[in-house]
């Protein structure tokens, strides 16, 4: 089976190209997602999917910069453009880096067809099959996902929704691969960066608090005592050296 990437910052077209295509049918795994091209660059070295939809027209990175980097580092993958946009500028960078069609939006479910019998014909025989993601890999992607995004507080929605897995799917793998469940994963990376943080003097902890993405200093300090049993003022000043 092969893997396809959605990168768009427009959740409605994630949720276009989830319904209207019979993945299963077509032997690919259901889209994996990405919102702008810097977090797509980071998810493709993970993934290197076969297909890749890309919207032009994104913050952080847009399509034609993603394209420039994304069709030199992984050749064999297609790139299929979806725009809003039919752009000059757009559609010449499109021809430039060989994709296989330009799609304008609102998505036609017989154009996307189209474009994908063309893609899945020019991948290499033996691509089909041979970067498919163990579990392993799948869950090692996801606790990738929560480690850069610690200050926030994420929810199993949140990753059921850009990993296109189900809750029961994704909580079962975690746990058997980390041992907890991952609102417990998530809760002990950003507590252990709070210990971090609180080894530096010169932060305070309010700050610390919003840093962490706390919505006030009292919770974060409920939050780091019930896993320490020491409140943050507690712990700062068991630390050896400390002057304050």
């Known amino acids: ?17 989830q319904s209207l295509i019979d993945w299963e049918n077509l032997h690919a795994h259901e889209p994996y997602s990405a919102y702008n091209g810097k977090e797509a660059l980071e998810l493709m070295e993970r993934l290197n999917p076969d297909i890749v ?36 500028e757009y559609a010449h960078a499109a ?5 296989v069609d330009y799609l304008l939006k609102p998505l036609d479910r017989d154009e996307i067809m189209k474009a994908l019998k063309v893609a899945i014909d020019r991948l290499p025989e033996d691509s089909l099959d041979a970067n498919e993601l163990t579990p392993t890999e799948i869950i090692a992607t996801v606790r990738d996902y929560i480690d850069r995004n610690y200050q926030r507080d994420i929810s199993i929605k949140e990753l059921t929704d850009k990993f296109y897995f189900s809750k029961e799917y994704l909580s079962r793998l975690f746990r058997e691969e980390y ?11 950003r507590l252990e960066k709070a210990r971090e943080y609180l080894m530096n003097p010169n932060m305070q902890i309010q700050e610390i608090s919003d840093k962490l993405g706390y919505s006030n200093a009292n919770y974060f300090g409920k939050a780091f005592r019930r896993r320490y049993g ?9 630390l050896p050296n400390d002057k304050n």
């Open 1 to 17: 089976m092969f893997k396809v990437l959605i990168i768009d910052d427009e959740m409605p077209i994630h949720v276009a190209l």
């Open 53 to 88: 939809f890309v919207d032009m027209n994104m913050p952080v990175m847009n399509g034609k910069d993603f394209l420039a980097s994304a069709s030199g580092l992984y050749p064999e993958s297609q790139f299929i453009v979806i725009s809003g946009y039919d752009d000059f």
């Open 95 to 99: 021809i430039k880096y060989n994709v």
């Open 179 to 189: 041992g907890c469940p991952i609102y417990e994963y998530v809760l002990k990376v």
């Open 230 to 238: 020491v409140t943050p003022s507690e712990f700062r000043k068991a």
